[in-house]
């Protein structure tokens, strides 16, 4: 069974900086792609960056420039390297790994707030 473990949320000052991490356990494979999706209550989750095994990445629009994805293929962990915090980034983050089918972590809290 696959198992997602995030680290790395927690609270910043606008402008701050954080890192976010995802490793996954309970395969030998490398996962075809890797990315980090954010909720805040009452909103659906949406995608903020992903990233192919080939290194091919995607951002959405409001964290371009800001947040740089990476990962590691052969520990199996994506990074999320955030920078220019602001409070609208607040919001629960969540590592995806797509195998044959796609896994979920349970989530990091990021806040940001002065």
């Known amino acids: 069974q696959v198992q997602l473990v995030e680290s790395g949320g927690g609270l910043v000052q606008p402008g701050g900086s954080l890192r976010l991490s995802c490793a996954a356990s309970g395969t030998t494979f490398s996962a075809r792609a890797m990315g980090w999706y954010r909720q805040v209550p009452g909103k659906q989750r949406e995608l903020v960056a992903s990233?192919?095994?080939?290194?091919?990445?995607n951002y959405a629009d409001s964290v371009k420039g800001r947040f740089t994805i990476s990962r590691d293929n052969a520990k199996n962990t994506v990074y999320l390297q955030m920078n220019s915090l602001k409070p609208d980034d607040t919001a629960v983050y969540y590592c995806?790994?797509?195998?044959?089918?796609?896994?979920w972590g349970q989530g990091t809290q990021v806040t940001v707030s002065s």
């Open positions: 990233i192919t095994s080939g290194d091919s990445t």
């Open positions: 995806k790994a797509d195998f044959i089918v796609a896994y």
